[in-house]
C-alpha cells in the first residue's frame, strides 16, 4: 500500500479525497473550487484565502515567488495551478 492509498477513506466502497484550494478570489479559483466541490470523490474542501487565512508573503515561502493562484492540494499531495490540476484530475480518472 502507498502512502496516498493510506490516506484515502474508504466509504461505502469508494475512494475519497480531501481538496484544499489556495485562493485570491480570482474566476479561476472559483471555478476550480466549484468543479471540486462537485466531484463525488472530494468528501472534504478546504477553500484558503489571502488576506483572510494567510498573507502573500506566506503562499510565496510555500509555493514560491512566481507561483500563481490558485494552488491546489488533494490529501497531502500538492498539484499546483489550475492547469497542472486539471491534468492531475485527467490522469487520475476524477473527470
Do not use: W
Not at 496516498?4 to 489556495?22: E, K, P
Amino acid at each position: 500500500m502507498t502512502g496516498s492509498d493510506q490516506i484515502d477513506l474508504m466509504i461505502g466502497g469508494s475512494v475519497t479525497r480531501t481538496a484544499v484550494i489556495y485562493s485570491n478570489g480570482s474566476q479561476e479559483c472559483e471555478r476550480i473550487a466549484q468543479l471540486l466541490k462537485a466531484l463525488p470523490e472530494v468528501s472534504e474542501f478546504h477553500l484558503y484565502t489571502v488576506g483572510k487565512e494567510f498573507e502573500q508573503y506566506q503562499f510565496e515561502m510555500e509555493f514560491g515567488g512566481d507561483a500563481s493562484y490558485p494552488q491546489v492540494a488533494i490529501d497531502t499531495k500538492h498539484i499546483g495551478s489550475m492547469k497542472e490540476t486539471l491534468h492531475y484530475m485527467n490522469k487520475e480518472g476524477m473527470l
